[in-house]
């Protein structure tokens, strides 16, 4: 069996806490998209600049929340985290090059599909986790 529960260390317990809070940050950063972009489409023009900024930040911490989560998977911790931001970043980044492109066709779903997957990672990672044992 190589999934056990086992107390993790000092390091592991300070590396799961980064990854909730760079968690948490990019749900609170990706939820404000749509209301920024709901802004700009009901005639508040300078709200794409605001948008734009937010995709910017959106991104960056995509890519910190990818390598905190490879982190978390060396220091024995649950390795789900790492792959769903594999996947997250992905798809930030098709959703970055989807919106300059004004493909908003794949750029609103895709938008909805992030914000869900982003508030349930959210939910999961506050959740107790699993620790591998050290063999
Ligand atoms: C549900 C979520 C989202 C909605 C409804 C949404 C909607 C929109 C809309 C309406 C535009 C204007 C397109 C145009 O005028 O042609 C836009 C542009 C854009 N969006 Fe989004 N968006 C969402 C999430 C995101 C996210 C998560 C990112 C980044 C990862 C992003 C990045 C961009 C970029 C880079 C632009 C181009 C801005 C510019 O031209 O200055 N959007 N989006």
Known sequence: MSETLTSPSR???????????????????IIGQPVFAGGYLGGA???LSLHRLGADA?????????????ALWLVRGPRW????S????A????????????????HIPLGVALVTGMVLT??????????????
């Open 11 to 29: 390091k592991a317990s300070g590396t799961l806490v980064v990854n909730r809070v760079l968690v948490s940050i990019h749900a609170v950063a």
């Open 45 to 47: 023009y300078d709200m």
């Open 58 to 70: 959106v991104s960056f911490v995509a890519y910190a929340q990818l390598f905190a989560a490879l």
């Open 81 to 84: 985290l790492f792959w769903v």
């Open 86 to 89: 594999l996947l997250l970043a």
């Open 91 to 106: 798809g930030e980044t098709a959703q970055y090059f989807a919106g300059l492109a004004g493909a908003l066709d794949l």
């Open 122 to 135: 959210t939910v999961a990672v506050w959740r107790p986790q699993t620790w591998r044992a050290s063999r």
